[in-house]
């Protein structure tokens, strides 16, 4: 009994010298990090551009709700950087205003440690290491010139120029040399990291969670076909084609299947959409972040066939409301899907392989059920961002 006591004072006096600045430029996951990190006592201060809690003024121009439970004493932002990036200004240019803003503002600040996005972090990175601070870099894709070489084969085969600005390869790279650890959210992206010669021992690997709202709910759609769900924008990255000709395989009566896509469809798409669609197919476009639980638990089973993607963060929402996921090996979806259980894994750019799991589950309902119910008791394991807190601070006092 005594030795609890000691261990309990002991993370108690961890978690109360842990001082962390979090700092990012856009949404990603930095709100959810900054809730746990409020959770476990150690957020200090957290920068964005734009905050629902904080910016009263800006609600009016976007419709993004921030719920997350983070004191608004504890939040700075730059609104008018959120401004410029919503009237389009180049997000290397937004960023660099950005990081030396941020930079300026934690000079000579009591914090033990700063954690800051891949791309919009060096200026702040080497002002936290000049005074001693430990220093993390958050990156959710895999290694950017992986990133780019991928992304350049795969625009090429419609026939367009694509290539990351030289200057964000360039200050990535620099961040990934000049911090202590990057915080990566997956397999896939390690060994794309491991790749480019990137020392193992400075990648920490932590899987995002779930909100907790996500959840298998009562949809009122009615049920009398396979519903095939895709979640998220419609961009060449997202291996959208492959999807497409996958379906195009299926041996399912038309009658008897619906495909579902939920996200707006990008320019750069618009054309291979049309070409492609289907009578039995819906593009919903854009659903409010709160509603997306009633739609997906009105589905069977969900596809993410991205080429490239730290960590889908819809595979874990999909899974939380029973439903599973058919997912590529560049999603990051091995290290949340339990293989067989709670939806496959399949190589990238392999139309075959997802027909070939689709039809499976279609042509056995048992399985399907099975596998349903897996996903739904799937929310009481490791899906959930208090697991990734959890992990987070862990680390975080260890070190």
């Known amino acids: 009994?005594?030795?609890?006591?000691?261990?309990?004072?002991?993370?108690?006096?961890?978690?109360?010298?842990?001082?962390?600045?979090?700092?990012?430029?856009?949404?990603?996951?930095?709100?959810?990090?900054?809730?746990?990190?409020?959770?476990?006592?150690?957020?200090?201060?957290?920068?964005?551009?734009?905050?629902?809690?904080?910016?009263?003024?800006?609600?009016?121009?976007?419709?993004?709700?921030?719920?997350?439970?983070?004191?608004?004493?504890?939040?700075?932002?730059?609104?008018?950087?959120?401004?410029?990036?919503?009237?389009?200004?180049?997000?290397?240019?937004?960023?660099?205003?950005?990081?030396?803003?941020?930079?300026?503002?934690?000079?000579?600040?009591?914090?033990?440690?700063?954690?800051?996005?891949?791309?919009?972090?060096?200026?702040?990175?080497?002002?936290?290491?000049?005074?001693?601070?430990?220093?993390?870099?958050?990156?959710?894709?895999?290694?950017?010139?992986?990133?780019?070489?991928?992304?350049?084969?795969?625009?090429?085969?419609?026939g367009i120029q694509f290539k990351i600005d030289a200057r964000t390869v360039e200050k990535e790279l620099s961040e990934y040399q000049e911090a202590d650890y990057i915080s990566i959210p997956s397999t896939f992206v390690k060994n794309s990291f491991l790749e480019f010669n990137i020392p193992e021992h400075k990648l920490v690997q932590n899987t995002y969670g779930s909100s907790a709202h996500f959840k298998k709910v009562k949809h009122g759609f009615p049920k009398n076909k396979f519903r095939v769900l895709y979640v998220g924008n419609l961009t060449i990255q997202k291996g959208l084609i492959y999807l497409f000709g996958a379906l195009g395989k299926l041996?399912?009566?038309?009658?008897?299947?619906?495909?579902?896509?939920?996200?707006?469809?990008?320019?750069?798409?618009?054309?291979?959409?049309?070409?492609?669609?289907?009578?039995?197919?819906?593009?919903?476009?854009?659903?409010?972040?709160?509603?997306?639980?009633?739609?997906?638990?009105?589905?069977?089973?969900?596809?993410?066939p991205s080429l490239q993607e730290g960590l889908s963060m819809v595979i874990p929402q999909m899974i939380s409301c029973g439903v599973p996921v058919v997912a590529s090996t560049n999603s990051g979806g091995e290290d949340v899907i339990e293989k067989d259980k709670t939806g496959f894994i399949v190589p990238i750019r392999n139309p075959g392989a997802i027909a070939e799991k689709l039809q499976l589950l279609y042509d056995n309902p048992q399985l399907l059920a099975e596998m349903k119910c897996h996903a739904s008791e799937s929310r009481t394991t490791e899906l959930s961002w208090n697991k990734y807190g959890d992990r987070y601070s862990d680390f975080l006092k260890n070190i």
């Open 251 to 304: 041996k399912i009566p038309k009658n008897k299947l619906e495909v579902w896509f939920i996200g707006t469809v990008d320019n750069e798409m618009k054309e291979t959409v049309e070409k492609h669609i289907q009578a039995n197919w819906t593009f919903f476009g854009h659903i409010n972040f709160y509603e997306l639980p009633k739609y997906i638990s009105a589905c069977d089973v969900a596809v993410q």
């Open 1 to 158: 009994m005594e030795l609890q006591v000691l261990n309990k004072i002991k993370k108690q006096k961890a978690e109360k010298k842990t001082k962390v600045v979090v700092s990012c430029s856009g949404r990603f996951h930095a709100f959810a990090l900054s809730e746990q990190l409020e959770k476990h006592n150690m957020l200090l201060e957290f920068y964005t551009s734009y905050a629902y809690q904080k910016n009263l003024l800006m609600r009016r121009f976007t419709s993004r709700v921030d719920k997350e439970d983070i004191p608004v004493n504890k939040i700075r932002t730059a609104t008018p950087l959120a401004m410029l990036m919503k009237l389009g200004m180049a997000l290397h240019d937004v960023n660099e205003y950005y990081d030396k803003w941020v930079a300026r503002k934690i000079e000579n600040q009591e914090f033990t440690t700063f954690i800051g996005w891949s791309g919009m972090s060096l200026q702040a990175i080497r002002k936290a290491k000049k005074e001693g601070k430990t220093t993390i870099v958050e990156r959710g894709s895999s290694h950017i010139q992986y990133q780019d070489k991928i992304l350049q084969e795969e625009y090429a085969k419609f």
